[in-house]
């Protein structure tokens, strides 16, 4: 297993990001090879991925968010095609800003785990930095 965390500043109430965390379309839009999704029902959503090797297949991973505290606290679970993610952030209000803390533990196996190989930290913490940035964008 591996495991990542961090802290990142938002100029933006915590209400708002927290919709933009648990949106699928913000989650999907920092993933990447992403072919296709669709909302399954109230935080749940599945994408449909291509891992880069040649001849892998496609796989599917199913989205939940398993708890929401709104607007302080949220954990989204990710599996499927060999990834198991838990994912947990705490929001606290900054003067109108927001920070975050948030914590991933990761496992791959499978096509995901032969494309991430040894260095699953970084692709890890990569992808959590992909997210953010994503949120910071719709900010």
Known sequence: MTVVQGERR?????ERVFVLLTSPDV???????????????????EAKVKPP?????????????????EPEHAELRAHGGGADVRS???LEDDGG??????????????PL??????????VARRQAERT???VTRRL
């Not at 992403?34 to 399954?40: E, I, L, M, Q, T």
């Not at 800003?97 to 499978?110: K, N, Q």
Request: hydrophobic share 45%.
């Open 88 to 90: 947990t952030f705490d």
């Open 53 to 69: 090797l040649p001849l892998a297949p496609s796989v599917k991973i199913h989205f939940e968010v398993v708890q929401r505290r």
């Open 113 to 122: 785990g032969i494309v991430a190989g040894p260095g699953l930290d970084a």
């Open 132 to 134: 953010l940035d994503e």
């Open 10 to 14: 938002f100029e933006a109430p915590r």
């Open 27 to 45: 989650v999907l839009a920092a993933l990447p090879a992403v072919r296709s999704h669709r909302v399954v029902g109230p935080d749940r959503w």
């Open 97 to 110: 800003a927001t920070i975050m803390r948030w914590h991933t533990e990761l496992r791959l196996g499978g």
